[in-house]
């Protein structure tokens, strides 16, 4: 079975440009999330999309990150524009429901 | 709101030796999880171990095992015969149901652990 799919692997970009980070879950996994990983720090739920519904996004900063699950299957999570303390790495994960939760090695972001 | 805590940053021990990582959550929920996870340079999180609240047993699996009381809100995660490849990050997380019917983690702040040759 392959694993959750995240690219790229890493990104380096100047504070008021602009991101996205792409995710392809375990085929079949109908819930989707998206966690933030600061260093130093334990993942934080960002938004939580149930097939292409978000059913949590509380958060999730909307005046400058967005997300969408299209066709409820890939996702794409986006930074307008970012800052210096949205570096992070972004970890992305899949489950069927209870069991099954599965992570992706994420997307470690720098801004500078 | 529930919180995860784990009061350890950074722990090492000798290889072949026996280490414990504590956890402690605070939660006003009666049905819900707990999980350690491990995260290697790789940045994968890799489930090491599971505990369902409604359990009195401890879980094991191989060389870890918890110690889950479930009074005092404690989760601590126990590795014997300690490995070089057990060098990690962990994290100890709390799950419990949402209202949409699917399910949230928590994190703590994770522990470092070393393991020395």
């Known amino acids: 079975e392959a694993g959750v799919a995240q690219s790229p692997r890493y990104k380096i970009i100047e504070k008021r440009q602009s991101v996205a980070f792409w995710c392809n879950p375990i085929?079949?996994?109908?819930?989707l999330y998206w966690y933030q990983q600061i260093l130093g720090q334990g993942p934080k739920l960002l938004i939580q999309f149930q097939n292409n519904g978000v059913v949590d996004d509380s958060q999730l900063p909307k005046d400058r990150f967005s997300a969408e699950r299209l066709k409820g299957v890939d996702s794409t999570l986006k930074i307008q524009p970012a800052k210096l303390e949205d570096s992070a790495v972004y970890l992305c994960a899949s489950s069927p429901g209870l069991h099954g939760y599965t992570f992706g090695s994420g997307t470690r972001l720098t801004v500078v | 709101a529930q919180t995860v805590t784990q009061s350890q940053p950074e722990m090492s021990v000798q290889e072949a030796e026996t280490v414990t990582l504590s956890c402690t959550y605070d939660?006003?929920?009666?049905?819900?999880?707990l999980f350690w996870y491990k995260q290697p340079p790789s940045r994968q999180m890799i489930l090491v171990i599971r505990q369902e609240a409604y359990k009195q047993q401890n879980a094991t699996e191989n060389r870890f095992s918890v110690n889950f009381q479930k009074a005092a809100k404690s989760f601590s995660l126990k590795i014997s015969d300690s490995q070089l490849g057990d060098t990690a990050m962990y994290f100890c997380a709390f799950m419990k149901p949402t209202t949409s019917g699917t399910y949230k983690y928590i994190f703590g702040t994770g522990t470092r652990l070393k393991v020395l040759a």
């Open positions: 085929s079949g996994h109908a819930t």
């Open positions: 939660t006003s929920e009666s049905n819900y999880y």
